[in-house]
T-cell receptor
Framework: KQEVTQIPAALSVPEGENLVLNCSFTDSAIYNLQWFRQDPGKGLTSLLLIQSSQREQTSGRLNASLDKSSGRSTLYIAASQPGDSATYLCAVRSDRGSTLGRLYFGRGTQLTVWP | EAQVTQNPRYLITVTGKKLTVTCSQNMNHEYMSWYRQDPGLGLRQIYYSMNVEVTDKGDVPEGYKVSRKEKRNFPLILESPSPNQTSLYFC????????????FGQGTRLTVV
């Protein structure tokens, strides 16, 4: 069964720092990997989608990489701001027959950026 | 605007009183699913559907039912809610394939007393 792990579970940094959030998964049979942001008690906002054949995707200050063979992804946040404070979730979409299309989530990294 | 709409957003109910949480998407997506989110446990899939009249259990289906009579709608039914079903619920939809972004509803916070 696919297992997704996110490290660290929580991170607290001063404004302006560059950050790296990590995501690992056990089964490389994936369609894609998606990073989400979730504010407390709110819904999930999609940040970046990386297809299984891609190595990275960028959106503004965010850059996500994918190494499918080693089962790893990183989310890089440049010049962090207090408004980046949220929980960041990583999810992989299964490409394996019995679980085709299913999303598997990590438990998230809770990020706090203080002024 | 492409969206997944859940209703209600907040619900407080009593044990045993049947309820339905609705989910509707306007993107013609085949794949729809329901998740619950609990502190320390993350998001867990309850049920999913790969197309009309095709549904299957996720990781935590006990106490829930779903139906997929139309492509756009995927309601979650709690026949006899219990306090352990107090949670934050999310509906999601997507196409199937490589370049398929998952879209989530805004969530339904359910409290069963």
């Amino acid at each position: 069964k696919q297992e997704v792990t996110q490290i660290p579970a929580a991170l607290s940094v001063p404004e302006g720092e560059n950050l790296v959030l990590n995501c690992s998964f056990t089964d490389s049979a994936i369609y894609n990997l998606q990073w989400f942001r979730q504010d407390p008690g709110k819904g999930l906002t999609s940040l970046l989608l990386i297809q299984s054949s891609q190595r990275e995707q960028t959106s503004g200050r965010l850059n996500a990489s994918l190494d499918k063979s080693s089962g790893r992804s990183t989310l890089y946040i440049a010049a962090s701001q207090p408004g980046d404070s949220a929980t960041y979730l990583c999810a992989v979409r299964s490409d394996r027959g019995s679980t085709l299309g299913r999303l598997y989530f990590g438990r998230g990294t809770q990020l706090t950026v203080w002024p | 605007e492409a969206q997944v709409t859940q209703n209600p957003r907040y619900l407080i109910t009593v044990t045993g009183k049947k309820l339905t949480v609705t989910c509707s998407q306007n993107m013609n997506h085949e794949y729809m699913s329901w998740y619950r989110q609990d502190p320390g446990l993350g998001l867990r899939q309850i049920y999913y559907s790969m197309n009309v009249e095709v549904t299957d259990k996720g990781d935590v289906p006990e106490g829930y039912k779903v139906s997929r009579k139309e492509k756009r709608n995927f309601p979650l039914i709690l026949e006899s809610p219990s306090p352990n079903q107090t949670s934050l619920y999310f509906c999601a939809s997507s196409l199937l394939g490589v370049n398929t972004e998952a879209f989530f509803g805004q969530g339904t916070r359910l409290t069963v007393v």
